[in-house]
């Protein structure tokens, strides 16, 4: 008997070990391809399309890097055939959840010991984002964080962070020391003349409130930029 190709299997079709909800319960999660993760999210395909071969299309779009799939909007992702909004809500949902398990504290008051460990502490919040945002972490006496907070938020080329804001934060939480951060979507780590003007002003500032400014990060993808580690604070 011939065995027409012209036209794919139906997933409920395929044995119960390479379906992926199947397959993830038989195999666990690490048995799965990021296409058959995706396609779990997608939950079902077209009458002419499997979930499997709809998400090897999302993962196509952004070049097979989760990475760049993260910065993809439900617009961009509703240009692929068959992926309307409620399946580009949960892979964005999903890959938001991602990114936010990626920043929260394991500990309670993590110890900044080094600009890789502020980085650590504050890239989950500030990656993939399409445009830019200011944070600043507040620091005791043994330079451990004792709160994080988002202080502005603006447009792809830039955000206003206010150094009366962020001195005031540190007041009110009795901080010894504060770390600043903010993101280039446009992935260049080189600092722009406003930022080494905002750092001058936040270091004259604390140094009269005796809150020293310990470093500010730019964070463009998974690098950064740090001021203290170039001499620059």
Not at 54 to 59: D, E, R
């Amino acid at each position: 008997m011939k065995i027409e190709d012209s036209k794919p299997l139906n997933i409920r079709e395929w044995s119960p070990e390479d379906r992926p909800r199947e397959k993830l319960l038989l195999k666990g999660t690490s048995a799965l391809s990021e296409a058959e993760l995706v396609a779990i999210l997608i939950g079902s395909g077209t009458a002419k399309t499997s979930a499997v071969e709809l998400a090897k299309k999302v993962l196509l779009l952004s070049n097979n890097n989760l990475n760049e799939l993260a910065r993809l909007s439900v617009k961009d992702l509703m240009k692929i055939k068959g992926i309307g909004e409620a399946k580009a809500i949960t892979i964005v949902a999903a890959l938001e959840l991602g990114r936010r398990r990626k920043a929260q504290d394991l500990d309670e008051k993590p110890k900044i010991s080094s600009s890789k460990d502020a980085f650590d502490l504050i890239q989950g919040h500030l990656m993939d984002l399409p445009h830019e945002e200011f944070w600043v972490l507040l620091l005791n006496r043994m330079h451990q964080v004792v709160k994080k907070k988002r202080i502005s938020e603006g447009g792809v080329s830039g955000t206003v962070a206010d150094p009366k804001i962020i001195y005031k934060l540190a007041l009110e939480d009795l901080a010894s020391g504060v770390i600043v951060a903010h993101n280039h979507p446009s992935g260049n780590l080189k600092p722009s003349q406003s930022d080494i003007d905002l750092t001058r002003k936040l270091k004259e500032a604390g140094r009269f409130l005796e809150v020293q400014l310990l470093d500010h990060l730019i964070i463009a993808n998974r690098n950064y930029f740090s001021f203290a580690d170039e001499g620059l604070i």
